[in-house]
């Protein structure tokens, strides 16, 4: 039970910090420099699998990166090509981006939110490359840095050292 407790709060702890550090760098690129939003709302759920959960296969960074962009990418397509009322938009933007990502093999569950905020938002295919293209490798540069060379955790899974 203590050991349980110790390793909760070491975790949540990891999480709380990396967490910190990560959207923190995000947060000051996209207020503090001229290059666009590096922020998603997504961003945040991201967090809690990355830092708290890494050996999840839900954090890996191929999952990350494409969850992100795929269910992205959808919720523009969805708003540009589909005419339909904006609430027919969102369901069935988000229930194809889950199906896509899948059927891909790269789910990431924060990324089924994004087609929600991308309609919600009219964005366009500006918003794959700032914040999601951009962000999401930013994310993944600091996972393996901090998982996989400061506490020295096996992240990414299978990663050949």
Same mark, same amino acid.
Request: aromatic share 16%; hydrophobic share 55%.
């Given at each position: 039970?203590?050991?349980?407790?110790?390793?909760? +709060?070491?975790?949540?702890?990891?999480?709380?910090?990396?967490?910190?550090?990560?959207?923190?760098?995000?947060?000051?690129?996209?207020?503090?420099? $001229?290059?666009?939003?590096?922020?998603?709302?997504?961003?945040?759920?991201?967090?809690?699998?990355?830092?708290?959960? $890494?050996?999840?296969?839900?954090?890996?960074?191929?999952?990350? +990166?494409?969850?992100?962009?795929?269910?992205?990418?959808?919720?523009?397509?969805?708003?540009?090509?589909? $005419?339909?009322?904006? +609430?027919?938009?969102?369901?069935?933007?988000?229930?194809?981006?889950?199906?896509?990502?899948?059927?891909?093999?790269?789910?990431?569950?924060?990324?089924?939110?994004? $087609?929600?905020?991308?309609?919600?938002?009219?964005?366009?295919?500006?918003?794959?490359?700032?914040?999601?293209?951009?962000?999401?490798?930013?994310?993944?540069?600091?996972?393996?840095?901090?998982?996989?060379?400061?506490?020295?955790?096996?992240?990414?899974?299978?990663?050949?050292?």
């Amino acid at each position: 039970m203590i050991n349980s407790i110790k390793e909760n +709060f070491k975790r949540a702890l990891h999480a709380f910090i990396f967490s910190i550090i990560t959207i923190g760098t995000l947060s000051f690129l996209s207020f503090e420099t $001229p290059y666009g939003l590096f922020l998603a709302g997504s961003f945040g759920s991201s967090m809690v699998l990355l830092f708290g959960y $890494p050996e999840s296969p839900f954090a890996q960074p191929k999952n990350v +990166f494409f969850g992100h962009f795929i269910t992205s990418l959808v919720g523009v397509l969805i708003f540009q090509f589909v $005419p339909l009322d904006q +609430f027919l938009q969102i369901a069935f933007a988000v229930a194809l981006g889950i199906f896509v990502m899948i059927i891909l093999d790269v789910t990431h569950p924060p990324a089924g939110g994004n $087609p929600i905020v991308i309609i919600l938002a009219a964005d366009s295919y500006d918003f794959l490359l700032n914040p999601i293209i951009l962000g999401s490798l930013i994310i993944i540069i600091y996972a393996i840095i901090l998982n996989r060379f400061i506490l020295k955790k096996n992240y990414p899974i299978n990663w050949k050292s």
